[in-house]
T-cell receptor, first 116, second 117 residues
Framework: AQKITQTQPGMFVQEKEAVTLDCTYD???????LFWYKQPSSGEMIFLIY??????QNATEGRYSLNFQKARKSANLVISASQLGDSAMYFC?????????????FGGGTRVLVKP | DTEVTQTPKHLVMGMTNKKSLKCEQH?????MYWYKQKAKKPPELMFV???????INESVPSRFSPECPNSSLLNLHLHALQPEDSALYLC????????????????FGNGTRLTVT
């Protein structure tokens, strides 16, 4: 079964607008971490933001924020004031503390294209 | 600049060749990873090393042979590959997964684009 689901294969967003990328996950572990990565066409994977399952507040990192709804098992990424350089593939990923040790599992990704 | 360095950036090899991919990090991380990524797909985990010991092998074919000579270096030895093994190979490192806090993101290199002819 899919552990991480990203339902939006691709999105267009107007420059300077906000965009929300969906991510839902499935785990029976109480302790886990959720990560978002950005992958430009050059191929490098850039870490954006982290949310721990025990964190009570939503994570924020500059223009990135994470809308964490634990009961719904969702961890949506919000990018505010989109810039042309935000055009890239975005991956949601999860680490389960007990079950999988050092394993980081990725969702299928969402491609974002920012229009001027 | 990425703190995880992978060489070479591009590699073309025949099915009978033997080659190696190299990865180096100087962040003091004790967990290192190999991922394989096909075009328009997410990265798929191949191997994890923790404290220089192989801790996860995701049922990878034996034509891929990892090696972790020390805490800073990770190699992937390639032999008798198939054309379907053509992909982007990503190396990553992190702190060994802390039990509860968990905020230890993987830091990725820029990858090696491998083409098997």
């Amino acid at each position: 079964a899919q552990k991480i689901t990203q339902t939006q294969p691709g999105m267009f967003v107007q420059e300077k607008e906000a965009v929300t990328l969906d991510c839902t996950y499935d785990t029976s572990d109480q302790s886990y971490g959720l990560f978002w990565y950005k992958q430009p066409s050059s191929g490098e994977m850039i870490f954006l933001i982290y949310q721990g399952s025990y964190d009570e507040q939503n994570a924020t990192e500059g223009r990135y924020s994470l809308n964490f709804q634990k009961a719904r098992k969702s961890a949506n990424l919000v990018i505010s004031a989109s810039q042309l350089g935000d055009s890239a593939m975005y991956f949601c990923a999860m680490r389960e503390y007990k079950a999988a040790g050092n394993k980081l599992t990725f969702g299928g990704g969402t491609r974002v294209l920012v229009k001027p | 600049d990425t703190e995880v360095t992978q060489t070479p950036k591009h590699l073309v090899m025949g099915m009978t060749n033997k080659k190696s991919l190299k990865c180096e990090q100087h962040m003091g991380h004790r967990a290192m990873y190999w991922y394989k990524q096909k075009a328009k797909k997410p990265p798929e985990l191949m191997f994890v090393y923790s404290y220089e010991k192989l801790s996860i092998n995701e049922s990878v074919p034996s034509r891929f042979s990892p090696e972790c000579p020390n805490s800073s270096l990770l190699n992937l030895h390639l032999h008798a590959l198939q054309p379907e093994d053509s992909a982007l190979y990503l190396c990553a490192s992190s702190q060994v997964f802390p039990r509860r806090t968990g905020n230890s993101p993987l830091h990725f290199g820029n990858g090696t684009r491998l083409t098997v002819t």
